[in-house]
C-alpha cells in the first residue's frame, strides 16, 4: 500500500464519525451568529473562531483532528517540500454569490480576477515576488498548486463554476447559514470534488474564514467578504488585491497564522520550522526588517507571509515549509480533489463567458480576450464595437482600439446542443494620451477687459499645453463668480492651438447675459484639456473683470508716435476716476500692450488693459472707487518698453 493511500485511509476512517454525526443530524445548532469581532477597520480573520465553533459543535473532531496532525507531522518528516515529479495539482473551484444587495452580486470580471491572484501567489508568480526581503527569497515556495473554474457540475452538467442567490439576510457574519441553501445562503458542493468559495456581505470587519481539513462535509471551504475579493469591482482598501483569498485558502490547505495565535506569548506556533517566531499579528505594512520579542534581531518577523494580517499589497510568499504542511493536507485529507474532474470542460448546452487581459487600455493597444464559455462551444461570433478587427470567429481573438472611448463586447457561441451569448456594456475603457497639470497665461487674474458691441477686434486666452501630442484638445470656459451658466469656446487647430480669441462684441453680449452690476460683469475663465476619453482642468481659474461702460479705451490720436511715452496721470490725487494717456509707436508683429496697477507692496490688483493694440496715442480712465486709499503704481509694457508712475487715491 502506497504512502498516499495508507495517509487517505487513515483519514477516511477518523472522518466517518464526522459524517454519521452529520447525517443524522445532530450538528443542528449550527446556527450559531455569536462571534465578536474588531470593532477598528483592520485585517480580520474568523477562522480560528470557527474551529472553535466546530469543536462545540462536534467535540470528536478535536480529537480526530490532533490525530490528523500526527498524521501530518509524519508526513512531512518523512517527505522533503521538494519531494515529487513536479506535477502541478489542479483544484476545480466553485464560487456562490450570495447577495442582498446589487453591489453585492458581484460580476464575472471580479470573479475571474480572484483566480488569477490565487495562481499568480501559490506559483510565486506574483510580481512583487521582489519585495521578498533577501534572507527570504531562497525559501519562497512554488506551491504547485492551479485554481481553475469549475466546467462540470455535481450533476455532469456544463457550469461556470458561479452560483448566485439573492438572500434576505443582510449580514451573515460567520452565521452557518451562508452555507445551507434552506437558511439563505447555498449549499456546499462535493468538498472531494471542489474548493468551495461564498462570498457574501459578512459584516465590515470580518474580512474572511476558512476552514481546516477534516471537519463537516457540508462546511467546508472558504467565506470572503464581497468587497475583498478579487481586484476589480466594489472593492475595500487596503484589501483590495486579492489577497484575503490566499490567506484563507491558505487556512483551508492546513496553514496557520504565522504568529501562532498565542496572544504575545511566543509560546505558539504555525508548526512551520522557517517561518520566524512571532508574537503577534502584523498590520499595515511595516519597514524591513522589523523586530518583536520573539524575534528580536535581524531578519526580524517575516511580516509579508500570507499568513500574517499584513496589508494585501505587504503579503508576497509562502515558504518551503509551509509548502510541507500543504502537501500533507493535499496528500492526506484532501487527497480525493486531486482526482477531481470538475475543471473538465464537458459538453452540453452552452454558457457563454468570456474575459479580456485588460479592460483599460491606451488607445492604440491591443487587447486579448480569451472565451471562457462552458459546454465546448464550437464556434463563435464576436462583436467589437470600436475595434480593429469590429467581428471575429475566433475562439481567443486579440483587438486593437484606435481611438479613445468606452466601448461594448458581445460574443455568441454555438454548438449542437444550442448558443448562448453575452453583451459587456462599456467593457472595455480606451484611454487618450497622457495630460499632465497646466496653467493659464493671459489674460492674468484681475485683468479688466473693455468690451463693445461694436469692436471687432480679439481678446486673446491662453495657457500652457497639458501635452505635445495635437489630440489633446482644449476648451475655454467662462463664468460669471457665483453664477452657473457657462459659455465655452473651442481652441482651434485640433488641438495645435494652445489660444482662443474671443471678439470684444462676443464678450460684451456675454457680459450682457451674465448680468453687469453698474458697468462690469466679474467672472473667472478656465481651459479644460481632453484626450478623447478624460478631461483635466487647468490648475488655476483666472478671475477677469468684463466692463462695458464707457469709461475704457479710447484713441486720442491715429498719429503714429515717435517713441513711447507714459504721462501722469490726472487728476493726482483723484477720486475715484484717474486718467492715464500713453503712447505706442508700431510694434512690428508683438502688438501685445499691458497697463497694469498694482498695490505698495507690489501686489498686482488690476490689468487696465491687456491687448493687441496698434500704433496711436491712447486714453484710459481707471475707476478705483472699490479700492482703499492709498498709494498706486501704474505699469505700462508695451514690446521692450517698460515704465512706471505714482498716483494717489483720496477718499
Known sequence: MTKKLLLFTIFISALLITVLLFENGETSSINSNSFTQNTELKRTCGTMDYLEMQYKMDPAYKLRFAEMEKIAEKYIKEHSEKDGDNTVITIPVVVHVVWNTAIQNISDDQIFSQIDVLNKDFRRLNTDTINTPAPWKSIGADCQIEFKMARRDPFGNPTLGITRTQTSITEFGQNTALKFTSQGGHDAWDRDKYLNLWVANLGSQLLGYATFPGGNPALD?????????????????????????????????????????????????????????????????????????????????????????TDDACMNLFTMGQLGRINAALNGPRLPIQSSNGYINVSGMPICSFKADSTNIQYNNPVHFTDESAGIPTSWQWTFTGGNPSVSNSQN???????????????????????????????????????????????????????????????????????????????LNLRKIGGSSDYIFIANNNGIDSTVGIRNSRLDSIAIQMGVTGDSVRCTWRVWAYNGLDSLQSVNANIITLVRSPIGIQIISSEVPQKFALYNNYPNPFNPVTNINFDIPNLGNNKKVHLAVYDILGNLIEMIVNKEMEAGKYSVDWNAGSYASGIYFYRLNAGEFTDTRKMILVK
Request: with cysteine; hydrophobic share 30%; net charge neutral.
Open 397 to 475: 481573438p486579440t483587438v486593437t482600439y484606435n481611438t479613445p472611448g468606452i466601448y461594448t463586447v458581445k460574443l455568441r457561441v454555438n454548438n449542437s446542443f444550442g448558443s448562448d451569448s453575452l453583451t459587456k456594456t462599456s467593457y472595455i475603457r480606451v484611454r487618450g494620451d497622457a495630460m499632465l497639470p497646466f496653467t493659464l497665461i493671459n489674460p492674468v487674474t484681475f485683468t479688466r477687459v473693455g468690451v463693445n458691441s461694436s469692436d471687432t477686434s480679439r481678446v486673446l486666452f491662453n495657457w500652457i499645453k497639458s501635452s505635445a501630442s495635437n489630440s489633446v484638445n482644449y476648451k
Open 221 to 309: 471551504g472558504v467565506a470572503i467578504g464581497f468587497n475583498y475579493f478579487g481586484t476589480v469591482g466594489i472593492l475595500q482598501p487596503p484589501y483590495n488585491k486579492g489577497r484575503t483569498a490566499t490567506h484563507e485558502i491558505g487556512h483551508w490547505l492546513w496553514l496557520y497564522h504565522i504568529w501562532g495565535d498565542d496572544n504575545g506569548s511566543c509560546s505558539g506556533t504555525d508548526l512551520v520550522g522557517d517561518t520566524p517566531n512571532e508574537a503577534s499579528e502584523f498590520y499595515g505594512c511595516p519597514s524591513y526588517p522589523t523586530t518583536d520579542a520573539c524575534s528580536p534581531s535581524n531578519p526580524g518577523v517575516m511580516f509579508m507571509n500570507y499568513m500574517d494580517y
